[in-house]
């Protein structure tokens, strides 16, 4: 079995501790609009976890406003936010430990050319070789183009590679692309999902590197 030398990180939930603010993103956009939040926050965290779509779908806005508008005003305050947003020491923790073990560290993200100030902002961009946002334009997780694109453009044996995240949607996108899927369910979410690897605890995944 050929070694895994390539971690794919997905960023807001496993890099970035990104729900709260977009909890509040939420909440700000309905205030704005003047629409209900139909369901509590402890719902529309665990609706997040899965995608900002389903939340959003979730709240039925849909005969007032498009999911583009929302989107629209999510990536705007998203922009305005960027220096809000904090890495999780288990994350860095990890990247470190990866680092040592001469390992390389990646992002593969929906959010937006934004990211790159944000690591920045964290103090982190220096462990990552190369980051996929959201302007390249690919199908959204778990379609496996952009990870294909990713193994192809750097030359990598998607066998080598692990995708980590924490929806099921990034685990899947990296096992569709051939790669080893890894999904970090800290809240026990998503304990029916059959992905490669599942962990508790970010740290947990220096066992299989």
Known sequence: MTSIEHLIFDFDGTISNSYPIFMTIVHDFAKEKGLPIPVDDDTLFRALNITVKYAIELMEWDKQVSYQDFLDFFYEQQALRAKEFCAFPEAVELLEYAQKRGKHC????????????????????????????????????????????????????????????????????????????????????????????????????????
């Open 106 to 209: 990646y992002i593969y993200t929906h959010t937006g050319s934004v990211v790159s100030q944000m690591l920045q902002n964290m103090g982190i961009f220096h462990y990552f070789d190369f980051i996929l946002d959201g302007s390249y334009g690919f199908p959204a997780k778990p379609c496996p183009d952009a990870l294909n694109f990713f193994s192809k453009k750097l030359g990598l044996d998607p066998q080598s590679c692990m995708m980590i995240g924490d929806r099921p949607i990034d685990a899947q996108a990296g096992m569709n692309a051939g790669m080893h899927g890894c999904l970090w369910d800290s809240y026990g979410f998503f304990e029916d999902e059959h992905v490669d690897y599942k962990v508790k605890r970010l740290s947990e995944i220096k066992y299989y590197i």
